[in-house]
Structure formats: structure tokens, C-alpha cells
DNA sequence: TTAAATAAAGACAAAAATATCTTTAAATAT
DNA sequence: ATATTTAAAGATATTTTTGTCTTTATTTAA
């Protein structure tokens, strides 16, 4: 047994936010964006990708439109959209609220051993992820101080 | 499409993290932990929990010998044996070191829309896992200040 | 030296995540 | 109306992770 490649999100959830990101960095009212466009920016396999989209539509957090010049914008307010939403969306809130360990009677009160250590992380991360909107980051992409390719 | 199930971690390195401190909270000198015992304590699959045992003996965390009152003990000292050794065993160390949008190019000089901001909780997580050990965990399930089960 | 107890190793099975392909539905433009 | 374009939905395939079962190797004790 090598070792496992977790990672903090899972793939879908990855592609999720590339794809969002990279919808709301794109100048709004304009046109949507097609599958093709987003899968190839965001260099994630289409159909697979499309899913994802699917899954963000039914959760509100994009719109989509069938049909020539169709595709997906962001829906609402870009300024209230945060990364927690779109992980909560995809990979669920397991990250947020789940015991570091597995253990189903963890709490405060009845804490695992890592129980306190990772509260402390674990609220960093949601705290993080909860004021980060995808406004600022797609300005931040736009005005080149952050990339989602090369 | 329902959401992902994504954790911290997989369960492959919950049940470890589960194992290696059961196996610390024990008397030491006394006698080592069959996989029967470890999996039962931790409440894991008994063979699966095998193979993750193996790959924590390859790592040199655990010591194990076969035969009558064979098992598992910790190697070394406790005190030296961090949850980041632990969860890089099992889970590799993307968990510390991968793009949180997966990106191939992300770095500090060219940075992926969310590099900053997860890179304070990245490294509040890593030194947190750096600096939490099996002694210090162990001692508090023993004086019941936490808990690996009910 | 043999039987029993144990972990190691390897083959296999099941479930979940990732990925693709096909069909359907809806919108647009001609 | 019809053809075209697009997303949605559903079926299927692949890969990874999780889990089990069987065989082998090693140790201990009788």
C-alpha cells in the first residue's frame, strides 16, 4: 500500500470553484458561458464538469440558459457568494462541522483527542472560507494578481 | 447528483490516527495490542485496519511481531511521534503542501485565486499536526479528558 | 517438533468518486 | 415549422478507496 492522495477538497469540489471563479471573472452581462468554454479554461474534464454545473445550478449559486448563446452566469451577487458555499454545494459541510477522527460522539463536551486542537484550525478554515467572496477573487484574478492558468 | 462526503481526512488515516493513539494510551513495557484488539478498541473493520497497521509498521511508527503475545507497539518514543507523521503515512502530504484548486503552477510567485488565504489555515493545520504528539494525546484520553469511544 | 497464535502478503469484492457517452429537453434563429 | 445549439438527465465505464478472504511466514509454547 503506497499512501492515499488526499487532498482538502475533492476533485469535483476543485473543479467547482475554477469553474465559478472563472464564470465570475468574466465581464457580467455580456454573455454566458458554454460548458466548452468553462471545462477548457479550467482545463477539467467536459462532461464531468457538467455535472458539477448542474449540481451548482440546482443549489442557485449559478444559472443556466439551453440553446444558441445559452450557458451559465453567476447567479445573485458575486459579492455574496463564498468559497464555503460552493464547497458546501459540492463536498458537503463534513469539512466544516465533521470529527477530525470519525468518531460520532464527539463534542464539546465529550471531545475526541484531536478534538480541541482542530476545532481552532477547523474554525480558521471556515472563517476563511465563509468571508471569502468571489468578487474579490475574480478581481483579483482579472487585475493579474491571481491565476487560475499559466 | 448529492454531495460529496469529503472529510479532513480518509478513513484509511482516521482509523490510523485512531490505532496509533489506542496503542499510545496502553501501559507501555506491558505487552503489545493484537490487530484484534486495536480494531475493536477503535471500532474498525478488522482487515482493513490490517493493512493500514502494515503500512504504519513500514513507516517505522509501529513495531510488530508475529506469533503468540506478538501485536503492535508504538516505535520509539511517543513524545516524538506526531499526527503529521501519522497522516503523511497514510494520506501522503498534499493535505500540507497541494493547491487547494488543484493547480498544477500554483506558487508563491504565481499564486491560484485562493493561495493566500489558504495558506495561513494550511500552515495553522501543518504546525498544529507538527506539534501535537501521541504522548500528549495519549495522557489525556488516560486521565479521561478525552475520549476514543463513549 | 508440532500445534497454535499471530502478522504479512496477496487476491478478490464492494462502494464511492471520477469520467464518458447517449438521449432528451429547451431555446434560438432561420 | 425546422434545424441548430445548448444544458439536463440518464446510463454506463473506469479508477480509487474501502473492505474481505485466503494463504503464507514467523514466533511461541507445549
Known amino acids: 500500500m503506497s499512501c492515499i492522495k488526499e487532498e482538502m477538497f475533492s476533485k469535483a469540489c476543485k473543479y467547482a470553484i475554477n469553474a465559478m471563479i472563472y464564470v465570475a471573472t468574466l465581464p457580467e452581462g ?9 471545462a477548457q479554461a479550467i482545463n477539467s474534464p467536459e462532461a464531468f464538469t457538467a455535472k458539477i454545473l448542474q449540481q451548482l445550478v440546482r443549489d442557485e449559486l449559478l444559472n443556466s440558459a439551453k440553446g444558441p448563446h445559452g ?11 463564498t468559497i464555503a458555499q ?3 454545494s459540492i463536498d458537503g459541510n463534513l469539512i466544516f462541522t465533521g470529527c477530525a477522527l470519525g468518531l460520532e460522539k464527539c463534542s464539546e463536551d465529550h471531545p475526541c483527542p484531536v478534538h480541541h486542537k482542530f476545532k481552532a484550525v477547523r474554525d480558521h478554515l471556515t472563517g476563511m472560507m465563509l468571508t ?16 487560475l492558468k499559466y
Open 30 to 38: 455580456v454573455q454566458r458561458a458554454g460548458l466548452k468554454e468553462i
Open 71 to 81: 450557458g451559465f452566469e453567476i447567479q445573485g451577487d458575486p459579492n455574496t457568494i
Open 86 to 88: 460552493i464547497v458546501g
Open 132 to 147: 471569502t467572496n468571489l468578487k474579490d477573487i475574480a478581481t483579483r484574478v482579472n487585475d493579474g494578481i491571481s491565476f
